[in-house]
């Protein structure tokens, strides 16, 4: 939602199914691999897809959100959850504190 926000709007993954979504996420972060999510490929609607490299560049993607904006989301797009910021960090965030400075204290 928050890319969707600085996007006015439109989808950051606009895909036209599970699958078509799935392989757009991937080509902007990468597959995710056995290196990359140990066990990935045990869980149980795993599908093999082609391995794409990460390519996406954040400020391209969302040109009108800010610096920290672009960290915040680059911090949650992350596939593997082990590596993804958690909700109570992503809170805690300097972004936030720009977009309300009465947080910081």
Same mark, same amino acid.
């Given at each position: 939602a928050l890319a969707e926000l600085a996007n006015a709007g439109r989808p950051l993954f606009p895909g036209n199914d599970v699958n078509d979504q799935l392989k757009r996420i991937f080509k902007s972060l990468g597959t995710p691999t056995e290196d990359?999510? $140990?066990?990935?490929?045990?869980? $149980?609607?795993y599908k093999q897809f082609p391995i794409y490299q990460p390519t996406m560049s954040f400020s391209q993607v969302v040109p009108k959100l800010s610096a920290k904006g672009r960290d915040l989301l680059q911090r949650l797009l992350v596939c593997n959850p082990a590596h993804r910021m958690s909700a109570e960090d992503g809170m805690a965030h300097p972004y936030f504190y720009d977009l309300n400075p009465a947080l910081r204290t």
């Open positions: 990359t999510w $140990p066990g990935v490929a045990q869980l $149980p609607d």
